[in-house]
């Protein structure tokens, strides 16, 4: 499925790569690792262009990956030493890439070259087909114009994808699906919750980890997702579980007071591309105290509307976040998940 000079215009030359291992330096290497590679120079102007795909196997991976492709400082740290490129100069959003991929984003950088050659720019797009995950970038002296648009070659590598993937066996099962409007029932002893998630979606429980180095991170995640055929929204329940939150010691003298709640989640918020709507409220879930906040994407990069429910809610041994995500034309599905879940949302003991 990846691009060829075939799908280049004329005076490209394609180098042989016989080593993955230099595209994955500083990626999630075991989490999503560069599965093929492609690379391609036109000499006489000077320009590179750079195709590789992944593999994400399941919805967890799937929607994880969605929301980097909302964060360049991600694709930043993983894109730059690798292409031996130094400081960078400047950055802004790549339009006109609806319709590419099932979740896409598409960047521009000007960078120092590495090793004092001319500065260059790199023009990227990421996105996601499916199971796969894909990126191509075009990369030319700064100043000088592309031989060939990252958002064009975007477009054809999604077809041969799509073509790639409709002739194995099984994907053409993977067609749009229906939201049952029914719930059932979720208990998971080891980490001391259960709630109830809508019928047909499928879950899983994983390590918490940094999603772009793979690092070992506090907790475990569970995500609650839909099925595999039902592709055309993103939407998702998460629950993060912590014996702790960071920074804070628990125990039944030290539970939070409000003021540290929304000063808390104020904090996580500007971590995170996301703008909190309106005011955090103090709520209860399942007779603790907690504080809920709505927010929306933010700044130039939120392509795709994300809208997102979150409660953080602390006991005397435990921290939960949890979270309803999902397409912003999605949100009132996403609200009734989130006020269902909630609702149900039960805190058991530890074993």
Request: aromatic share 10%; net charge negative.
């Amino acid at each position: 499925m990846l691009l060829s000079l075939d799908d280049l215009p004329s005076g490209f030359e394609e180098e042989v790569i016989d080593d993955l291992d230099v595209f994955n330096e500083g990626t999630a290497e075991e989490q999503w690792p560069i599965r093929a590679a492609c690379l391609f120079i036109e000499p006489d102007e000077y320009q590179f262009v750079l195709g590789a795909v992944q593999f994400l196997p399941d919805r967890f991976d799937q929607v994880q990956n969605d929301a980097l492709l909302q964060r360049p400082e991600f694709l930043l740290e993983s894109v730059l030493p690798t292409m031996g490129l130094g400081e960078l100069l400047d950055e802004a959003v790549l339009p006109g890439l609806d319709g590419i991929g099932d979740a896409s984003a598409g960047f521009t950088f000007a960078v120092e070259s590495a090793e004092g050659g001319l500065p260059v720019r790199l023009d990227m797009v990421a996105f996601r087909r499916d199971v796969v995950g894909a990126y191509v970038a075009v990369m030319y002296v700064l100043g000088e114009n592309p031989v060939v648009q990252a958002g064009d070659l975007a477009q054809v590598f999604d077809e041969l994808i799509i073509d790639v993937l409709l002739s194995s066996a099984g994907r053409e099962s993977a067609t749009p699906g229906t939201q049952s409007a029914s719930y059932v029932g979720y208990s998971n002893a080891e980490l001391g919750f259960a709630a109830e998630y809508p019928a047909g979606w499928e879950t899983e429980v994983r390590d918490n980890r940094n999603p772009v180095t793979g690092e070992p991170l506090e907790g475990k995640i569970t995500g609650f997702l839909p099925p595999e055929g039902d592709r055309v929204k993103r939407r998702a329940i998460t629950v993060l579980v912590m014996t702790a939150p960071p920074g804070v010691e628990l125990g039944p003298e030290e539970m939070p007071t409000d003021e540290e709640y929304m000063e808390y989640i104020r904090d996580w918020a500007e971590m995170m591309p996301v703008e909190i709507v309106g005011d955090p409220q103090m709520v209860q879930v399942d007779g603790y105290k907690a504080v809920e906040v709505i927010t929306t994407g933010s700044g130039e990069y939120d392509t795709h509307g994300i809208v997102g429910y979150q409660t953080f809610l602390v006991t005397e041994d435990r921290a939960f976040y949890i979270e309803a995500s999902g397409d912003a034309d999605t949100e009132p599905e996403i609200m009734r998940i989130y006020e269902h879940f909630v609702a149900t949302f039960d805190v058991r003991p530890l074993p």
